[in-house]
């Protein structure tokens, strides 16, 4: 025995630099299989591989994008259901200041459109009026514009779940836009793929110094690969594990104390999250674009045409008759039709007047962030975890397979060079 154990330490010491190299080595493959796998979550956005028409054989799309319509309901449904309802976005505007606040564009607007209606539908009677009769009509609708815009807006305030759909709103703009898919996720797990990657660094290594130590007893060539199987799955697993649990602080061995490193750091979480969600989805843009032409807009039409025919009946009552004379009541009915059309295509245009003063008044990242504080362990692990669940296993699997090439690999060097 004795002999075995000097034969030992006269390998080492004899060959060393090959044998220190085990545990570095090793540490990079838990570090490079980290890598690998993160990258893998994320990209390629598309999928890039060989097809037989829709089937896809051999290739691959980020398990993010890949699920893209999943992840963006999941995520959905945290943000919907427990921080933010339509009410809390829609009931801060002032349906007066908003009418105020777009009243010049809007004037603008409407006389555009009163002409283009006049002169498309009878070319020959716009014309023929009188100017002062002309600018009498336009500015009685001019005059009621604003009102009806206010109108509307208390309209849609009174019943909003029936003209916005927020959770359609939201799932539309992340699967129509991966990349911000991804930064959602990237962004509010930033840290914890950083601990990811260090900590294959750390663990492989650790593992490593154990490999060098069954190598030089035993120098059974499979050893090499297998080691670099355990250390990619291993340190894939133990990632993962850390990141979510345990959900409270535990004291572990009376020497450290560990917390599940998403949810200790849900404060600055919260912060990112909130902040993107209130940049680059819930935004006024966004919220005015869904209710005027999203799955419910249809309503908003119904109330908007109303609110013009209302207008025209009563403002501009004096040119009915002359005007249905001219053109025919079908024609008329067709005329208010597409006034009510191209104010429709208008507003979002008008809209964009109202936007600094939308975001302000709807304040959606302080109500995240207030609302993301109530949200118990399990449901802020939500907000995350939906991103490893999916095909976790590939990743996992993935991180194996490639630790064993390394393995193998590594032990062709070492034989060749001992």
């Known amino acids: 025995m004795g002999e075995f154990l000097r034969g030992v330490v006269d390998d080492f010491l004899q060959h060393w630099p090959v044998y220190a190299s085990i545990p570095v080595v090793a540490a990079l493959i838990g570090y490079l299989t980290k890598l690998v796998a993160i990258r893998m979550m994320f990209q390629p956005l598309e999928y890039v591989g060989l097809k037989a028409g829709n089937r896809r054989l051999l290739g691959w799309q980020g398990i993010v994008p890949k699920r893209a319509a999943r992840m963006a309901s999941i995520a959905c449904d945290t943000m919907t259901q427990q921080l933010i309802r339509p009410a809390d976005v829609v009931d801060r505007l002032d349906a007066e200041r908003i009418a105020k606040e777009i009243e010049r564009p809007l004037l603008a607007a409407t006389e555009?459109?009163?002409?283009?209606?006049?002169?498309?539908?009878?070319?020959?009677?716009?014309?023929?009026?009188?100017?002062?009769?002309?600018?009498?009509?336009?500015?009685?609708?001019?005059?009621?514009?604003?009102?009806?815009?206010?109108?509307?807006?208390?309209?849609?305030?009174?019943?909003?779940?029936?003209?916005?759909?927020?959770?359609?709103?939201?799932?539309?703009?992340l699967v129509k836009d991966k990349a911000l898919l991804n930064r959602i996720f990237r962004e509010a797990g930033r840290k914890e793929?950083?601990?990811?990657?260090?900590?294959?660094?750390?663990?492989?290594?650790?593992?490593?110094?154990?490999?060098?130590?069954?190598?030089?007893?035993?120098?059974?060539?499979?050893?090499?690969?297998?080691?670099?199987?355990?250390?990619?799955?291993?340190?894939?697993?133990l990632a993962l594990k850390m990141i979510f649990h345990p959900k409270q602080p535990v004291r572990y061995f009376g020497l450290f104390e560990w917390q599940g490193l998403f949810l200790k750091r849900r404060a600055e979480v919260s912060e990112a999250y909130a902040g993107l969600i209130a940049k680059e989805i819930i935004t006024p843009h966004n919220v005015i674009e869904a209710v005027l032409r999203g799955p419910l807009s249809d309503k908003v039409v119904g109330l908007i045409q109303r609110?013009?025919?209302?207008?025209?009946?009563?403002?501009?009552?004096?040119?009915?008759?002359?005007?249905v004379m001219a053109v025919g009541s079908r024609r008329y009915q067709e005329m208010k039709l597409r006034i009510s059309e191209l104010i429709m295509a208008r507003l979002p245009e008008t809209m964009h007047y109202i936007e600094d003063y939308a975001s302000d008044a709807m304040d959606i990242r302080n109500t995240l962030v207030a609302k993301m504080r109530d949200l118990d362990s399990d449901e802020f692990e939500g907000l995350l975890r939906p991103a490893f669940q999916q095909d976790e296993w590939i990743l996992i699997l993935t991180g194996a397979l490639l630790g064993a090439l390394c393995g193998e690999l590594q032990v062709q060097v070492v034989l060749h060079l001992t």
């Open 112 to 173: 555009e459109i009163v002409t283009e209606i006049a002169a498309e539908y009878q070319p020959g009677l716009w014309e023929s009026l009188p100017r002062r009769v002309q600018r009498l009509v336009i500015s009685r609708v001019q005059a009621e514009a604003p009102k009806m815009v206010a109108s509307v807006l208390e309209a849609i305030k009174a019943d909003v779940e029936s003209v916005f759909d927020l959770k359609d709103m939201v799932v539309t703009s």
């Open 193 to 237: 793929f950083q601990f990811i990657a260090r900590s294959g660094l750390f663990f492989g290594g650790l593992i490593g110094i154990v490999q060098l130590v069954v190598w030089l007893l035993f120098k059974v060539p499979i050893i090499m690969p297998l080691f670099g199987l355990f250390i990619g799955w291993f340190t894939d697993w």
């Open 307 to 323: 609110q013009v025919d209302d207008e025209l009946a009563r403002q501009a009552s004096f040119a009915k008759p002359l005007v």
